[in-house]
């Protein structure tokens, strides 16, 4: 994260010798990035977070990816998919996925498993509900509309007070606000439309008591569950710049302008060979002729995936597309906003649409989640005649 924090206990020196109230060592752990040359911090905790007593190899179950063809725009409804009494871990539907990211929907009803992704970030949007994620960090109270960065082996679980409907992306190495927000020294910018007082970190330690306990590790290798001598949560105080943190979307402050403005002054993250876009209610366009609506582009470069959370979508009037549902125009093809949506935005002064955008610079292949709540009809309306129109 891009500022220091402190919570907890700690020494005043760093490596340093720092005692239990009966005379024992605190074992420090350094968590850090690339290699020593990036984002630390340094937690303390009562036990060696190394002692573990097991490992077994756990089956990969997500399922695989087939690419977009024929070649395609898609949209994808997530509340046709269904759990039974899912967690927000192990009950992930895979959607979408390349080498760089894996995008998938849950909705969670039950505590997940203590889980590490040791191969890259995650970021968790919470569509709807309420819960807590429980980090060895200490715990983020979460809820709609909240981004939550967890960095590359952070030990957490999802703990939901009501069905927590996530959308969650699995990179495959660090996820962060866009560098061109961000000052020399880390600090957001004052053109950044979100800066350090719309980010939540952990205030607290979390401390919990066990032994024999299980953690569910994703690593570049697949999946293998530690069983750790004490519970991993046994943190009594840290500091650096790398935790988990939590933003709204609410808080994002929209750039707008005389004319249309283009997708990157919605950008709110940055990963690796891919954005993440934040649409938010705002006032729009204000010179006398200009058009809302977006105007017809091609993605040279990307795949553009938009989830429609929120609101009323203006330039998807008539596609069938609602809340909760997904379009996915690929590389290749050129979109825009559906027929009819231009002359009816016209003289608009503001629009009440919220989304998340994922943009990918690789191609986007679909998860059975997305095979299994396909809109067929979806690439033939801006013709309003196809194979599944006639």
């Known amino acids: 994260m891009a500022y220091y924090r402190q919570v907890g206990e700690i020494p005043r020196k760093r490596h340093t010798q720092f005692r239990t109230p009966d005379g024992g060592l605190y074992a420090e752990e350094l968590m850090g990035v690339e290699g020593f040359s990036a984002d630390s911090a340094l937690l303390y905790h009562r036990h060696l977070p190394t002692a573990i007593v097991d490992a077994v190899t756990v089956e990969d179950d997500r399922g695989g990816l087939v690419p977009n063809l024929p070649l395609k725009?898609?949209?994808?409804?997530?509340?046709?998919?269904?759990?039974?009494?899912?967690?927000?871990?192990?009950?992930?539907?895979?959607l979408f996925g390349n080498p760089d990211v894996t995008i998938g929907f849950v909705v969670a009803t039950e505590p997940s498993p203590l889980y590490r992704n040791a191969a890259g970030d995650e970021?968790?949007?919470?569509?709807?509900?309420e819960?807590?994620?429980?980090?060895?960090?200490?715990?983020l109270t979460v809820g709609e509309g909240d981004y939550v960065v967890l960095p590359t082996?952070?030990?957490?679980?999802?703990?939901?007070?009501?069905?927590?409907?996530l959308l969650v992306l699995e990179a495959g190495g660090h996820i962060g606000p866009p560098k061109r927000y961000l000052s020399k020294q880390g600090q957001f910018l004052e053109h950044s439309p979100y800066c350090e007082?719309?980010?939540?970190?952990?205030?607290?330690?979390?401390l919990v008591d066990g032994e024999d306990v299980d953690v569910l590790v994703r690593h570049r290798a697949g999946l293998t569950r530690f069983t750790y001598a004490n519970h991993p949560f046994d943190v009594v105080g840290w500091d650096g710049h790398l935790y988990p943190w939590v933003f709204n979307i609410a808080d994002f402050e929209p750039i707008t302008?005389?004319?249309?403005?283009?997708?990157?002054?919605?950008?709110?993250?940055?990963?690796?060979?891919?954005?993440?876009c934040s649409f938010v209610p705002?006032?729009?366009?204000?010179?006398?002729?200009?058009?809302?609506?977006?105007?017809?582009?091609?993605n040279v470069d990307s795949d553009e995936l938009l989830f429609y959370v929120g609101g009323d979508y203006e330039a998807r009037k008539g596609s069938g597309i609602k809340l909760g549902s997904l379009s996915l125009?690929?590389?290749?093809?050129?979109?825009?906003?559906?027929?009819?949506?231009?002359?009816?935005?016209?003289?608009?002064?503001?629009?009440?649409?919220?989304?998340?955008?994922?943009d990918t610079f690789r191609p986007l292949d679909l998860g059975e989640a997305a095979l299994s709540s396909e809109d067929p009809r979806y690439a033939w309306t801006w013709a309003r005649r196809g194979p599944d129109l006639d």
């Open 257 to 276: 302008g005389r004319v249309h403005q283009p997708p990157p002054v919605h950008q709110t993250f940055e990963g690796p060979n891919f954005v993440v």
């Open 282 to 298: 705002r006032k729009v366009d204000y010179h006398p002729l200009s058009i809302p609506v977006p105007y017809n582009h091609a």
């Open 153 to 165: 082996s952070c030990t957490y679980r999802v703990v939901p007070d009501s069905p927590l409907s």
């Open 73 to 94: 725009p898609r949209h994808f409804r997530t509340p046709d998919l269904t759990w039974d009494k899912a967690d927000a871990v192990t009950g992930r539907r895979t």
């Open 131 to 139: 819960g807590v994620v429980e980090t060895i960090y200490g715990a």
């Open 329 to 358: 125009h690929p590389a290749g093809c050129t979109h825009g906003p559906q027929p009819g949506a231009v002359e009816a935005s016209l003289g608009a002064e503001r629009f009440e649409e919220l989304a998340v955008m994922v």
């Open 123 to 129: 970021l968790l949007y919470v569509q709807s509900g």
């Open 197 to 206: 007082r719309d980010v939540r970190g952990p205030t607290e330690p979390l």
